[in-house]
């Protein structure tokens, strides 16, 4: 490594410290991390605990392997998405009966749209980012080409924000709470009522927010959301998502994906669709079982964690994270580009470097995960159940080493991966 900056405050000393009296230090032991890897990348695929590698064993060789149907029933199979929703209703501040897991992100998004398309049926406007989430985007274009006369209005685009497209023509608002490219952090609680106020309902994508920070749905009105499980959930690559449903509109939705697990009586056989009364209304078809498991297990990881310990170390590590960087690598061309006030900012940090993607791989190569958005982002997740101090630290001696001495440059990082 070139010249050390372990003399700019924070010390190693002093990040060391700062673990020792973290107290949620001890949490990192229930995560099957891989020896010298600084894993920050949490943001895209949290890494596997060891209850949820002992919990899919067990779903494999004993329920299916052994018991083989019959774990429908004795296993609780055919429950598992409404119990494994009401684990995360509660990092999200839902009600019991308000949240089922099932399906993916896309797929909830859609479900959502129609149903508050539904519920407004006298206006015609979709409000979303422009710069959000393409798959959002994507999906509303997919609604809409099913929807005559219905249209989408975005941020960025047809008004510079979110609140100057709000009036009585808004049927509905899909946004994220925590933007994925550049971290910025919505105020639910805020964004709802002006929704509301204007007779709008709105849908929060809360993919970079549950698991990372105190969600409280119910106490903002907020009408419905989505989210993620292999992100800050850690349940594993391809993990089922999320629908929250708040119980007063409940009664009244009715998603378009009628499928038989969303029915009253599957088992009845029907030849029509009558909706389950509860949360179950929302689900479509199979859900992937073993996957389903592992997102179960990995919530149990949340039964003693104080989530507001969680926000206060997401803070500092991020903190700590840009004000390393631009101390020591601040010469080098990489700009943060993610709100420096960590009220406004979620658990991610990204900045800018036209070299950012061989950079990134250059980094990936000595140990240090995060990921790529284009055109120029490099994105680091902070998930502060296992992240320490000293990974902090420690990335960025890696990251100044390598703008240091041009490493990136090397043709092995240039070639671009299908997933960066
Ligand atoms: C904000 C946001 N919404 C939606 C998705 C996609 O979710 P899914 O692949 O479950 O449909 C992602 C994935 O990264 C995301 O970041």
Redesign the pocket.
Known sequence: MGHSSTNVRPTVADVEAMDRTDPLGHIRDAFALPPGVIYLDGNSLGPVTHAVLAAVEKTAREEWGRDLIKSYNDAGWWQLPVSVGEKIGRLIGAASGETVACD???ANIFKLLHVALDLRPDRKVIVAEGQG?P??LYIAEGVLSTRPGKELKLQGVDAPTIEALLDHTVAVVLV?QVD?RTGVRRDIASLTKQAHAVGALIIW?L??SAGAMPVDLNAAGADFAVG?GYKYLNGGPGAP?FIFCASRHLPHVNQPLSGWWGHAKPFAFEPGYTPDPGIRRFLCGSQPVLSMRALDAALDVWRNVDIDAVRTKSEALTDLFIQRVEATCGSYGVTLATPRDAAVRGSQVSFAHPGGYPIMQNLIARGVIGDFRAPDRMRFGFAPLYVRFRDVFDAVEILRDILTRETWRDPQYQTRSEVT
């Open positions: 993916t992100t896309s989430f798959t959002d994220n994925y994508d993919c970079h993620c998502a």
